[in-house]
């Protein structure tokens, strides 16, 4: 039942009706059992792992509050150990027993579907660990308290609109939204339709018309010249954000009607002027997940150890932001995937942000002395530019099958260059749809206030504005169910 499926729409509408119509009392029951049906239509042998996960990480969480002293620091570091252990078997379960296969079913709306001999990820899996650990970290912390109720606690994990790809909920932000009692509200209705509207187009009309022509280029990429992939790894550039931040509006949407605020993940990631800015931008939950979680406590540690003030001649400042930051994309690269690309991928990341860090001194010498504003607009152009280009060139790792094959394109940039492949048709469609998405980003970077045309006050233009987005799905959509890119991981 994946978001851009009819039967979710029916699910979804008739899950809204049946909420607002139950009595209070009955509504998180109600969002749960709904939770849980939408799980099952995935792959339902796997939700027993998902109650035991919950079932134990309740059960832990007041004694971790509880504790004190060493005993406090070992059972915390069980609980980590422990989810991220589960994690790992699954991510990696290919690596530690290669060739071994286990026959499971995929399942559409109950019904068994396409036979997979092979271990499968369960859905949401690195979302839920990902959210549990910032439930336990926070509770370790003191900066919550444990949740007393293990309804809501599993309501907190399974709600249904962000199990698949997040956001990351942390638990101050959620766990007392799902307390509160919700009425009905005519405005979060609206504006979760709108949101839900704007999801289908980016990924239907958007990310759907682009992975045509990137799949077709990048799974050939033998066949193919250097000009050609060039805009192939454009093109994937904003599939990939189209199909991510569309599940993203179609996460908040779905939530929305049901009166419930959750975290936006993507603040237009391409007007970023630094690569530190595009990720402040760029899966913002998941971003913060690893700043507070994993670069900070690093970065803390390292500078602990080293009281010097200089060590071989670099500040120890310097030391302890580049090792925590390789190291943190490190992660951020296993994370998303199996293969020595996705490592590869991270840690160009990690290059990134220390390379920047080591030189911001020289940069603002350099800027001084030429008259540099960084304020100006056409340095912000610049800076703009040069970002992208360097996120562009990392997303050819995270989008080949191989570092090999990552290499071999790269190459033919600049010594295969050729007339570009083409269909006239699906290159026009790519065009419009890369053009509407630079539209959508400009008016919300440049212009939040003005030229609305879906938050119109005149009611008229918002339904000539609802409509107008409706026969563009309809007519340049890829309605055929494709899957979104970020399940996989």
Known sequence: MIFNSIIYIIFLITTVIIYYLVPVRWRWPFLLGTSILYYLSFIPVFLGLIVVLILINFALAGPLAGMQGRNRKYLFFFIIISNVAILAFFKYFHIIFPGYHINLFQVDYFFRVNPANRLLIPLGLSYIIFTVLSYQIEIFRQSIKPEKHLGYFSLYLLFFPKIAQGPIERPQHLLPQLHQNRQFNLDYITEGFRLILLGYFKKLVIADRLSIYVNAVYDNSEFHNGTTLLLATVFFAFQIYADFSGYTDIALGSARLFGFNLTDNFRRPYFASS???????????????????????????????????????????????????????????????????????????????????????????????????????????????????????????????????????????????????????????????????????????FFPGRISVLNNRKFGIQLAGVALVLVMILLLGVLDGGQFIYFQF
């Open 275 to 445: 690569i530190q800015e595009f990720w402040c931008r760029w899966h913002i939950t998941f971003s913060t997940w690893l700043r507070d979680y994993i670069f900070l406590p690093i970065a803390y540690f390292i500078a602990h150890k080293l009281n010097e003030r200089r060590f071989l001649g670099i500040s120890a400042n310097s030391w302890s932001y580049t090792i925590a930051i390789l190291a943190t994309f490190i992660i951020c690269g296993i994370w998303h995937g199996v293969g020595w690309n996705y490592l590869f991928w991270g840690l160009l990341f990690g290059i990134y942000l220390s390379f920047s860090n080591a030189t911001k001194n020289i940069q603002k010498r350099i800027r001084t002395s030429l008259g540099i504003s960084k304020t100006s607009a056409w340095y912000r152009t610049y800076s703009i530019g040069l970002t992208f280009c360097l996120v562009l060139f990392a997303w050819i790792f995270f989008r080949a099958a191989t570092i090999p094959d990552a290499l071999s394109i790269i190459n033919k940039f600049f010594t295969q260059t050729g007339p570009i492949f083409y269909k006239p048709s699906e290159l026009m469609f790519a065009v419009i749809a890369i053009g509407s998405l630079f539209a959508i980003d400009m008016k919300l970077e």
